[in-house]
DNA sequence: TATACGTGGTT
DNA sequence: TAACCAAGTAT
């Protein structure tokens, strides 16, 4: 059976995000923290800043919760069944079963955005998302089967990523073509039928740069919320108007760059004016400084780092 | 149920 | 090129 620290570790990181992406960023990993109780030890600032640039920082967050909750109340072992995983942080309905299946064997109904796509085309589900979220459960659980579930999970998921795709369904290769109502409808590449996207608003906001003998000043971001808990540099709010030098943390003075960093966001996209100085920080910022030179080590979030790259060779 | 939460690749 | 979207979770 796999390693389930290595499995559930994998599917942390591919939540929402890309295999490609995630690849090397595993490979990494594990390396460095080869099990639960090696991860469980590490800083916080030491694991947050090697997911800097994955995303949806909340899943770092929850990790780290996750493999200390497993050292301090599971004698460093797993929970084997789907419940038991389904209590840690960060592992929702799917993780939960992905990990109960595949790393523990468990008859567990495992639902991804693939393993939707596929379903929903299978039975020809034309309610939209999410009011089909049931409909696909249950239709998923009639048909997952009690042995080898994790495999057929994953050749679901397989499936729907390189066959059963959201645009151009590949049909004339799916194994499934004959038993697809969808496909008999020709409606295959119509469904899951989905509510419009809402528009994303624009925000723009100023990120500071002070920099003194080589080093520039960077902040820790709140636990919650945007970024939560990533080292950054400083910013003033982020609002619908320009801020300019609003909520910078020095007196100054300030030169501002003639450039921006465009960034999208999930639910907003953000216009980072960039502001640069040589004096000193304000008390009220708590931060550190940190080699300008080392700036890749630092772990900060892409939108960050591009703004760095911008303002130190300024 | 709806919204907040990142990023990079594809079309 | 602007959308669209990816092996979702928490609240």
């Known amino acids: 059976m796999p390693d389930p620290y290595r499995v559930w570790l994998s599917e942390v990181m591919l939540q929402q995000t890309t295999v490609a992406a995630v690849g090397p960023r595993f490979t990494a990993w594990v390396e460095r923290w080869p099990d639960i109780a090696s991860l469980a030890a590490a800083p916080d600032e030491a694991i947050m800043a090697a997911w800097a640039g994955l995303g949806y920082y909340a899943r770092a967050r929850n990790l780290v919760k996750a493999a200390r909750a497993v050292v301090a109340e599971h004698g460093g072992q797993f929970p084997a069944t789907e419940a038991g995983l389904r209590a840690l942080p960060g592992l929702g309905a799917y993780t939960a079963a992905a990990v109960a299946a595949i790393a523990f064997g468990e008859r567990a109904v495992v639902v991804d955005a693939n393993v939707e796509r596929v379903v929903a085309r299978l039975f020809a589900i034309a309610t939209p998302l999410p009011a089909a979220r049931p409909a696909i459960r249950a239709a998923t659980d009639r048909i997952t089967p009690q042995a080898r579930a994790g495999d057929f999970a994953q050749a679901m998921m397989d499936l729907g990523s390189a066959i059963c795709t959201v645009k151009k369904p590949q049909c004339l290769l799916c194994p499934l073509a004959v038993d697809c109502r969808a496909r008999v409808e020709g409606i295959a590449d119509t469904l899951p039928a989905k509510a419009p996207r809402k528009e994303r608003p624009s925000r723009h906001g100023t990120a500071f740069w002070i920099e003194q003998e080589g080093q520039v000043w960077l902040v820790r971001r709140p636990a919650k919320g945007m970024l939560g808990g990533m080292r950054a540099l400083p910013t003033g709010p982020w609002e ?58 630092a772990g900060l979030p892409t939108v960050f780092a591009r703004a760095a790259d911008r303002l130190k060779r300024v």
């Open 240 to 297: 619908d108007e320009r801020p300019g030098l609003a909520g910078a943390p020095g007196q100054g003075p300030w030169v501002i760059l003639n450039d921006t960093v465009v960034h999208g966001f999930t639910h907003f996209g953000l216009e980072l004016a960039l502001a640069k100085s040589e004096g000193e920080p304000d008390d009220s910022a708590a931060g550190e400084w940190w080699p300008v030179a080392d700036l890749e080590t």
